[in-house]
């Protein structure tokens, strides 16, 4: 099955500074990666996602990349700020297949 | 995106007791999921709620330890049985095909479990 690997595990960044997280998967089936973001006591939250037809996708202050050679993927999220302090997790699929395999998350501290 | 709800939100339980957690989503939709999040941990897949049959497990998960049932397209319910500490976790319901976009996946709150 698909094995998700996610990196770093935990991240500090200075309010304003960039942050990114990478993620690599090992199936080359899987067309469909979608980020959570996870705040404490609350469930996952599904921010942004790509699928395997295009290479970047924008919404604001967060992109996301794909490089389907090498099978990895990127969360970046620019001009941080305290709200972004969460854990994030990264996930794969296939189309059609819908069960999602979730790296082992993120937790991202933004210092104000 | 759909709206989905879960019920209860925590518990605890004791020992060899069994739990039914429900989920209800404002809409219909294709696909129910069951996860389950180990403290501090990532998600792990349990099963897919199948619509009038019966669900799909994950390796490492067994129908005599997590019934599920799905009676239509707008709500499911996970039972743990038997339980023991080691099954203390969050349990979290998704669903997806609530749109165009079908292979879109969102979660509800979760179910905190803490066993005794």
């Known amino acids: 099955g698909e094995n998700v690997e996610q990196h770093p595990s935990t991240l500090s960044v200075q309010e304003g500074d960039s942050a990114v997280i990478k993620c690599t998967y090992s199936d080359s089936a899987s067309n469909y990666f979608p980020w959570y973001k996870q705040e404490l006591g609350k469930g996952p939250q599904l921010i942004i996602d790509i699928r395997s037809n295009v290479g970047e996708k924008k919404d604001q202050r967060i992109a996301v990349t794909l490089n389907k050679t090498a099978k990895h993927f990127s969360l970046h999220i620019t001009e ?17 297949n819908n069960r999602l395999a979730f790296g082992k998350g993120n937790q991202v501290v933004v210092i104000p | 995106s759909a709206v989905i709800s879960q019920k209860p939100s925590r518990d605890i339980c004791q020992r060899g007791t069994s739990l039914t957690i429900q989920c209800q989503v404002d809409s219909q939709v294709t696909m129910m999921f069951w996860y389950r999040q180990q403290p501090g941990q990532s998600l792990t897949l349990i099963a897919t709620a199948n619509q009038g049959s019966e669900a ?61």
């Open chain 2, 56 to 116: 799909t497990y994950e390796s490492g998960f067994v129908i005599d330890k997590f019934p599920i049932s799905r009676p239509n397209l707008t709500f499911s319910t996970l039972t743990v049985s038997n339980m023991s500490p080691e099954d203390s976790s969050i349990y979290l319901c998704s669903v997806s095909g609530t749109g165009v976009r079908v292979d879109e996946q969102f979660f509800g709150p979760g179910t905190r479990l803490t066993v005794l």
């Open chain 1, 80 to 96: 941080t700020q305290p709200e972004d302090s969460a854990v994030y997790f990264c996930a794969a699929s296939s189309y059609g």
